[in-house]
């Protein structure tokens, strides 16, 4: 794991440790000749070289001349390509993995190509591609991009290491498949009919519970398509402690282990020779691992699952060889053997919580055994067992849970005291045996979904209950490594202490304190003064949002970004709401939304629903959509004020720092970018002018009047640097020494449009963009001012 942790945080020296592997090799020969007791320091090494270069290769990699990321964000082509994923099937597309092999472009030269993509089929087809099939698309290919902002997701990274370099887009109607039957080998049918049977029986249970919030869960939970869950769901059982049952993974696969295992060892018991011989275990056990690996399969075989199969396995095998006892060796065979096939997995939150879980579960029963010997074996010992095991695993990865999800569930305990015994044991096995006679049974299939459904949804029931009592879950900010290390470091603490072992509990405690001191200090001293203001044009993409934070300890969200049309991407819930929690924010004093447009408001509901807002401010337009229907009800259901500023300028004065909103135009039904709110953030002698989407018209409306006082420092481009905005008579009221715009990386609108950035130019004014700068930091004590980049610029 060093190697692999090395090697993720220097630059590219793949090359170096390459040259390095037959020094280590000719070290080891020479100490097993000179001084054996050196050998183990050299296999030491050995390994690290190993590690460190099997993660560099995936982080530098060496592309061909030929590679398809040579043809990124360029004109259309024609893709041949394999498919060779499963396809996800979402509400509005379905999405697969692309090897691409030849390209075509206009003029009709083609040229072999290697790589894979993404796909997005919008649409749906009778004929829709399976894994293995030749397919053709027309599209151009973009390239991964992420948002530029502190805390944000390496999503760029992400893809890299799933070795996917690119996304293309395409119609249904308009892709072609070019396999024919014959030409499919037995190992890909055979993976094409189970793909076939897991997609018939995912659409046979939400036919049977008629897409109902239970029938998703239950399709997601014996199917693997987690696609099917709304995002409401997923932040039930997170709040309830218990998202980690919606995945496939090691206590899926445990139990549905048990199950064939249970099958098969009752079946040989009727063999006498193999029962008396003890053969039957032996023999179950290893017929077991055939349907596992193909329920695995069955279920998507994500990263995740592969990583759980290999550990049944190991343990499976350590069953079959008699070391079932000595678990810890074979969970590290299985770390071992998972990190040898993709050493990425080290970095994969469901390896780290998995690993985790199981460490603390293992020392955590230990020390529960040392004080229940007293206890008698019955129902109140198992119950206390369970509790026991859900504590310890709980324990263990809260650190790792407030780092990557922002929340602690305080009921998890009690939650998987019910979800476990229903999902795990009752939904799950009989899930199982609907699939295996769904096909000659429907009806008794059909009765099983219906018996599942009934329970999922007494489930869903009891967890709305239990969070939404009080305190039941909160949201944290993000944990620093530093932190996470220090609180395992404080565990470990609480463990040798229990076992007596005080010398090393102190060592730990107090490792543990000089990691929270040293962070602290140096958190201290990488804060902004508390005397500047500082304001943060955050990067979402084509929209708008922003942060100040006033020196009187006022922070002000503007906008939350958002995408039109038949984007699922939340801004709130992927990009806003981590920079708030990445910065230690957990509360709003206001949330000021410019205009009701998709592009300013979307993100907005995320941020409501989760952060504690003080009061929202809005301009007196109302819209006919679900995005500000929702936005409405929550603040209505969290007793969130709503200020409309009046038509005469409103001035909100937090002491030094003001926020001055000019009035609006006479209302017009259909005008919601001139309606926008149009307001000056002033600090002493700086100011900064935010206008919304605000055009031509309403720019006039602004300029000629007398009585405003229009100029500031910095402005916000209306619009995003539309041409029907920033006139040269508004620029010139405004007179700012800078602009900053906020826009999408190669949108669709064109923004900005050129014929403004040369206007600003011939102005002299200083142009930041968020989708080339990234975020774009305001930082000023009222007198000077200074802007850095998230790109340092």
Not at 30 to 35: D, G, R, V
Not at 230 to 243: C, Q, W, Y
Not at 593 to 607: A, Q, V
Request: proline share 3%; charged share 15%; glycine share 6%.
């Amino acid at each position: 794991m060093a190697g692999i942790l090395s090697g993720n945080l220097t630059p590219d020296h793949k090359t170096a440790a390459f040259f390095i592997l037959p020094v280590l090799f000719v070290l080891i020969s020479l100490a097993f000749y000179l001084n054996k007791k050196i050998v183990f320091i050299f296999i030491l090494g050995l390994a690290f070289n190993f590690g460190y270069m099997a993660i560099q290769i995936r982080l530098f990699p060496d592309l061909p001349s030929h590679h398809i990321t040579h043809y990124l964000d360029s004109e259309k082509f024609i893709i041949t390509g394999k498919v060779v994923s499963f396809t996800k099937h979402y509400e509005k597309k379905s999405k697969l993995i692309l090897s691409c092999r030849i390209i075509e472009a206009k003029d009709g030269r083609k040229e072999k190509v290697t790589g894979k993509i993404n796909l997005n089929i919008y649409r749906f087809s009778k004929t829709a591609p399976e894994f293995g099939d030749m397919i053709m698309v027309t599209s151009s290919i973009r390239s991964a991009r992420n948002f530029m902002n502190p805390g944000a997701f390496d999503y760029k990274r992400f893809l890299k290491l799933k070795k996917i370099y690119g996304t293309a887009y395409t119609d249904a109607n308009k892709l072609n498949i070019l396999t024919d039957s014959h030409q499919i080998g037995f190992f890909t049918n055979l993976i094409r009919k189970i793909e076939t049977l897991r997609t018939t029986y995912y659409y046979f249970i939400l036919d049977h519970t008629k897409g109902s919030k239970a029938g998703n869960i239950l399709a997601s939970l014996i199917t693997g398509k987690k696609e099917v869950l709304l995002p409401e769901i997923r932040d039930l059982f997170s709040k309830a402690g218990i998202s980690h049952l919606l995945a496939i993974s090691g206590l899926h696969l445990s139990i549905v282990c048990f199950l064939f295992f249970s099958f098969f060892y009752w079946s040989l018991s009727f063999n006498s020779s193999l029962s008396i011989s003890g053969k039957s275990k032996k023999i179950a056990g290893i017929l077991t691992i055939i349907p596992l690996v193909i329920y695995a399969v069955f279920s998507g075989f994500s990263p995740s699952t592969q990583r759980a199969l290999i550990m049944i396995i190991v343990l499976m095998v350590s069953f079959i060889i008699e070391k079932e006892k000595d678990i810890l060796s074979s969970l590290s065979v299985a770390g071992i053997l998972i990190l040898i096939i993709d050493a990425s997995a080290l970095f994969a939150i469901s390896f780290q919580l998995s690993f985790v879980a199981v460490f603390f579960i293992v020392y955590g029963i230990f020390l529960f055994h040392k004080v229940s010997f007293m206890i008698k074996k019955n129902i109140f010992s198992s119950i206390l067992m369970m509790m026991a095991v859900t504590f310890f695993a709980s324990m263990g990865t809260l650190p790792l849970t407030a780092h990557y999800f922002n929340m602690v569930s305080v009921i998890a305990l009690i939650s998987n005291l019910f979800a476990i015994p229903v999902l795990g044991f009752i939904v799950l096995p009989a899930g199982v045996i609907s699939l295996v006679s769904f096909s000659t049974f429907p009806l008794f299939a059909d009765f099983m979904i219906t018996f599942c459904g009934h329970l999922i949804s007494f489930l869903m029931i009891v967890s709305e209950f239990l969070v939404s009592i009080p305190y039941s879950w909160t949201r944290t900010t993000t944990l620093q490594w530093i932190e996470i290390v220090a609180i395992y470091l404080f565990f470990f603490s609480l463990f040798f202490i229990l076992k007596g072992r005080r010398r090393l509990s102190a060592c730990f405690l107090a490792l543990a304190a000089l990691l929270v001191i040293f962070n602290f200090s140096t958190n201290q001293m990488g804060k902004p003064l508390k005397s500047n203001l500082n304001i943060t044009i955050i990067d979402v993409g084509q929209g708008n949002s922003a942060l100040i934070q006033t020196p009187e300890g006022k922070t002000v969200l503007v906008d939350g970004g958002g995408f039109p049309g038949m984007s699922s991407f939340d801004t709130g819930r992927f990009i806003v709401a981590p920079f708030l929690w990445q910065k230690g924010i957990r509360s709003l004093d206001y949330v000021v939304l410019s205009h009701p447009e998709s592009d300013h408001l979307n993100g907005l509901i995320f941020i409501l629903q989760n952060f504690d807002v003080h009061r929202v401010i809005k301009n007196t337009d109302v819209r006919d959509t679900k995005k500000y229907e929702m936005l409405i009800k929550t603040c209505e259901e969290r007793d969130i004020k709503i200020l409309n500023p009046s038509r005469k300028d409103h001035l909100l004065d937090f002491g030094i720092t003001k926020l001055l909103f000019y009035d609006a135009l006479p209302h017009v039904s259909y005008d919601f970018n001139n309606h926008s709110l149009v307001f000056k953030v002033i600090y002493k002698q700086f100011s900064m002018l935010f206008p919304g989407d605000i055009l031509t018209h309403r720019e006039k409306n602004l300029s000629v009047r007398k009585d405003l006082n229009l100029h500031s420092t910095v402005l916000l481009s209306p619009h995003h640097g539309s041409v029907t905005s920033s006139t040269p008579f508004f620029l010139e009221k405004v007179s700012p020494e800078s602009v900053i715009i906020s826009c999408g990386w190669r949108n669709r609108y064109g923004f900005p449009h050129y014929k403004v950035l040369k206007r600003y130019t011939k102005m002299g004014i200083h142009i930041f963009r968020t989708d080339k700068d990234g975020a774009i930091f305001i930082s000023s004590d009222g007198k000077n001012h200074k802007i850095l980049t998230y790109n340092g610029g």
